[in-house]
């Protein structure tokens, strides 16, 4: 599968954004999704993670009450919204897509590692 990321860009303190990953070449359904992010110096990190079918959804403690992950499986897309965004929000963000038989969201799914496809990264710069 092919991840296309967008939506990033320079936002104030306080602001939103949506970020979209569109996937192609396979069955959009099959795949768990999750996004990750990587400030400047810091390691890669969980960021939020959606179950096939939409019903289950984790998100980091960093970003839960201000970040809403869904996804529309007839457009082949996952959005992650985001609100009351912080300087500390600053990142290049990731999505990411595992194939998956079960319906249920794992916990496992919070690790990069579980993840086989990647999409291309896109900046989210939020200046205080």
């Known amino acids: 599968v092919q991840l296309q990321a967008s939506g990033g860009g320079l936002v104030q303190a306080g602001g939103s954004l949506r970020l979209s990953c569109a996937a192609s070449g396979r069955m959009f359904s099959d795949f768990v999704m999750g996004w990750f992010r990587q400030a400047p110096g810091k390691e890669r990190e969980f960021v939020a993670a959606i179950s096939r079918s939409g019903t289950g959804t984790y998100y980091a403690n960093s970003v839960k009450g201000r970040f809403t992950l869904s996804r529309d499986n007839g457009k082949n897309t996952v959005y992650l919204q985001m609100n009351s965004l912080k300087p500390e929000d600053t990142a290049v963000y990731y999505c990411?897509?595992?194939?998956?038989?079960?319906?249920?969201?794992?916990?496992?799914?919070?690790?990069?590692?579980?993840?086989?496809?990647w999409g291309q990264g896109t900046q989210v710069t939020v200046s205080s």
């Open positions: 990411a897509a595992e194939p998956t038989a079960y319906i249920r969201l794992s916990d496992r799914y919070r690790d990069g590692k579980e993840y086989d496809y």
